[in-house]
């Protein structure tokens, strides 16, 4: 499946918040989220990129391709974005 947003399909969707383990209303929400979407959409490639509130991170779920130290200003801009991981590529932390 996918889903024409602007004339174009779209084949990717990343999710930028806090996840479960993380225990905060917004990870809730965003990992409720992102599971709604990978369900509804299976073939869409759906995936989240994790703020972290600690620098060691959480134990997240392979859905969750990269980690953001949320105290480090200059990782909010994601040199993650130029990329395109593959399903299979192991999460990235961004926060050195």
Same mark, same amino acid.
């Given at each position: 499946m996918s @889903? #024409? %947003?602007y004339g174009e399909s779209l084949e990717t969707l990343a999710i @930028?918040? $806090?996840h479960l383990p993380r225990k905060c209303g917004i990870a809730a929400f965003?990992?409720? %989220?992102l $599971? #709604? %979407?990978r369900a509804e959409a299976p073939g869409i490639n759906c995936w989240a990129i994790a703020m972290n509130d600690v620098p060691e991170g959480y *134990? +997240?779920?392979d859905? @969750? =391709?990269f980690e953001v130290n949320q105290q =480090? %200003? *200059? +990782? +909010?801009r994601l040199?993650?974005?130029g990329r395109h991981p593959s399903p299979r590529q192991t999460r990235t932390k961004l926060d050195k």
């Open positions: @889903v #024409s %947003l @930028v918040g $806090n965003t990992t409720d %989220l $599971n #709604s %979407l *134990p +997240y779920p859905q @969750v =391709r =480090r %200003l *200059p +990782y +909010y040199h993650c974005f």
